[in-house]
């Protein structure tokens, strides 16, 4: 397994933009699909973005497509969620994850978990 560490989140006015990187340990970063999945208060954790081991490859929840992109450089170890034209509804909890081998989109597909990182949007 890799470990994960989630960091850029923050506080932001709707319409804002802030980008999110994962950072991942381990010499085999590259042979693993990458996902954020984000929890709001009161909610249940839901997939927000994925993205295939090499890069080529990447999946959306609907309510995200056209303002956030999912992105990785697997010679830094590093995935990335680039957020713009945020909402209050993005308000919350956001995990990176990591399931070694094929891009896959359910949580339960996915066996290492970051910390998670708060991003708050105010209106």
């Known amino acids: 397994q890799v470990q994960l560490v989630e960091s850029g989140g923050g506080l932001v006015q709707a319409g804002g933009s802030l980008r999110l990187s994962c950072a991942a340990s381990?010499?085999?970063?590259?042979?693993?699909?990458m996902g954020w999945f984000r929890q709001a208060p009161g909610k249940e954790r839901e997939f927000v973005a994925a993205?295939?081991?090499?890069?080529?490859?990447?999946n959306y929840e609907d309510s995200v497509k056209g303002r956030f992109t999912i992105s990785r450089d697997n010679a830094k170890n590093t995935v990335y969620l680039q957020m713009n034209s945020l909402k209050p509804e993005d308000t919350a909890v956001y995990y990176c994850?990591?399931?070694?081998?094929?891009?896959?989109?359910?949580?339960?597909?996915?066996?290492?978990w970051g910390q998670g990182t708060q991003v708050t949007v105010s209106s």
């Open positions: 381990g010499r085999t970063f590259s042979s693993y699909a």
């Open positions: 994850a990591a399931r070694f081998g094929i891009l896959s989109t359910p949580q339960d597909a996915f066996n290492s």
């Open positions: 993205i295939s081991r090499g890069g080529g490859t990447t």
